[in-house]
T-cell receptor, first 111, second 114 residues
């Protein structure tokens, strides 16, 4: 079974609005990463946050991590139609060489 | 473009057959990971190779096997195909093991098992 669960499963917003998606995971981690996928193609890395970090920014992206709640959130500000994609969180397992993706959030940005 | 290529793009097989999928890593990357992504699901980690050795495996049976070559290209082999093996297969290359840094994904191979 997958380590992470994203919430919501689907999100539809107007261009210019902010989009927030959440991720929960089950076991201790070293890092948490967010990836984006367009239409069933390869994934693109967005950002990595380490377990000792609480917040990280990259352009219009803001990621938070709460290890006590085993959760993370991804905020996309001032969304654009081109942000339409599926977004996945992914975690390693601190006890072994494995890597887990969540179930994903499908984001639709309406022009 | 990530520089990671996969072949073939699409493949149709029948149940019980064997399949080999190929991946060419980004130049300089010594780690490759393979994932299975069923329709509407997140990618599931199959295994990871570092310098030609398997050094991490997900919850997949032994009929899923792999190879990594000295030039860091790799193969995913699946024996005794089952209908549930129908999925998008993704490879990703990186400088470090999957959980420690950015992975660069190929476009995937869409496998259909009839």
């Amino acid at each position: 079974s997958q380590q992470g669960e994203e919430d919501p499963q689907a999100l539809s917003i107007q261009e210019g609005e902010n989009a927030t998606m959440n991720c929960s995971y089950k076991t201790s981690i070293n890092n948490l990463q967010w990836y984006r996928q367009n239409s069933g193609r390869g994934l693109v890395h967005l950002i990595l946050i380490r377990s000792n970090e609480r917040e990280k920014h990259s352009g219009r992206l803001r990621v938070t991590l709460d290890t006590s709640k085993k959760s993370s959130s991804l905020l996309i500000t001032a969304s654009r139609a081109a942000d339409t994609a599926s977004y996945f969180c992914a975690t390693d397992a601190s006890t072994g060489n494995q890597f887990y993706f969540g179930t994903g959030t499908s984001l639709t940005v309406i022009p | 473009e990530t520089g990671v290529t996969q072949s073939p793009t699409h493949l149709i097989k029948t149940r019980g057959q064997q399949v080999t999928l190929r991946c060419s890593s980004q130049s300089g990357h010594n780690t490759v990971s393979w994932y299975q992504q069923a329709l509407g699901q997140g990618p599931q980690f199959i295994f990871q190779y570092y310098r030609e050795e398997e050094n991490g495996r997900g919850n997949f049976p032994p009929r899923f096997s792999g190879l990594q070559f000295p030039n860091y290209s790799s193969e995913l082999n699946v024996n005794a195909l089952e209908l549930d093996d129908s999925a998008l297969y993704l490879c990703a290359s990186s400088l470090v093991q999957a959980g420690l840094g950015e992975q660069f994904f190929g476009p995937g191979t869409r496998l259909t098992v009839l």
